[in-house]
C-alpha cells in the first residue's frame, strides 16, 4: 500500500521563527492534503494541492507540491503559540487517504 | 466545532461487551470514513463507505462491523475486542470524488478493559 513519510519527526521552535515540515510518497500522488491537529483535538483540514510544482499560500502558511507529486512542503513563516499542534499530510489514492507519520510542532513563547 | 457529530464521546468496555459508536453529518457528503488512531501516531483508515455502500475495508478484523443506514448515518459494531483496540475512533465525511477534503468528528475515545 502507500507509504507517506513526514520528517522531522518533532519539532521545537521559539516564537517568531520559521517551521518547515516535508512529506514523502512512494508513489506518485493524485493530490495531497494538509491537515492539523491541536492536542485532544481532531485533524482539521487545511489545503489541498492537485498540479504538479503547485504552490498554495494562506497568510503565514506556503504549500508546495513537488513536480513529481510525490513530494510536498508546508512552511510557517514567523510561527505564533497558536501554530501549536501536529501537522499531518495525507496522499489521495482514489478516496483513499493515507496519512503521513505527521510532524509535531512545539512554539516556545 | 465539527459539523460532523460522534456519539459517545468516551466509550469504556470490556473484552465481552458489544457496543456501538456513531456518526452523522448533514453536509450531503456521500463518502464516509472510519479512522483509527493511538496516540502519537496518525490516523489510520478501516472503512470507506461511498453512497452507502461499504467500498474498502483495510484488511480490519471482524470484531469491528460498520454499518451506513442512510447517507448522514455511520455506525460501527464493536464486539469482543481486545485492549489493544484502545484508541481515539475518528468519524469523517467528504464529497465524493477528486478534491475532496475530509471532515472529521471529534473522535471517540474508546478503552477495552
Known amino acids: 500500500g502507500q507509504q507517506v513519510m513526514q520528517i522531522p519527526q518533532y519539532q521545537h521552535v521559539q516564537e517568531g521563527e520559521d517551521f518547515t515540515t516535508y512529506c514523502n510518497s512512494s508513489t506518485t500522488l493524485s493530490n495531497i492534503q494538509w491537515y492539523k491537529q491541536r492536542p485532544g483535538g481532531h485533524p482539521v483540514f487545511l489545503i489541498q494541492?492537485?498540479?504538479?510544482?503547485e504552490v498554495k499560500k494562506q497568510k503565514r502558511l506556503t504549500f508546495q507540491f513537488g513536480e513529481a507529486k510525490k513530494n510536498s512542503s508546508l512552511h510557517i513563516t514567523a510561527t505564533q503559540t497558536t501554530d501549536v499542534g501536529t501537522y499531518f499530510c495525507a496522499g489521495d489514492d482514489f478516496n483513499k487517504f493515507y496519512f503521513g507519520s505527521g510532524t509535531k510542532l512545539n512554539v516556545k513563547p | 466545532d465539527t459539523e460532523v457529530t460522534q456519539t459517545p464521546k468516551h466509550l469504556v468496555m470490556g473484552m465481552t461487551n458489544k457496543k456501538s459508536l456513531k456518526c452523522e453529518q448533514h453536509?450531503?457528503?456521500?463518502?464516509m470514513y472510519w479512522y483509527k488512531q493511538k496516540a502519537k501516531k496518525p490516523p489510520e483508515l478501516m472503512f470507506v463507505y461511498s453512497y452507502e455502500k461499504l467500498s474498502i475495508n483495510e484488511s480490519v478484523p471482524s470484531r469491528f462491523s460498520p454499518e451506513c443506514p442512510n447517507s448522514s448515518l455511520l455506525n460501527l459494531h464493536l464486539h469482543a475486542l481486545q485492549p489493544e483496540d484502545s484508541a481515539l475512533y475518528l468519524c469523517?465525511?467528504?464529497?465524493?470524488?477528486?478534491?475532496?477534503?475530509?471532515?472529521f468528528g471529534n473522535g471517540t475515545r474508546l478503552t477495552v478493559t
Open positions: 453536509m450531503g457528503h456521500r463518502a
Open positions: 469523517a465525511s467528504g464529497p465524493q470524488g477528486p478534491e475532496s477534503p475530509l471532515h
Open positions: 494541492l492537485v498540479k504538479s510544482g
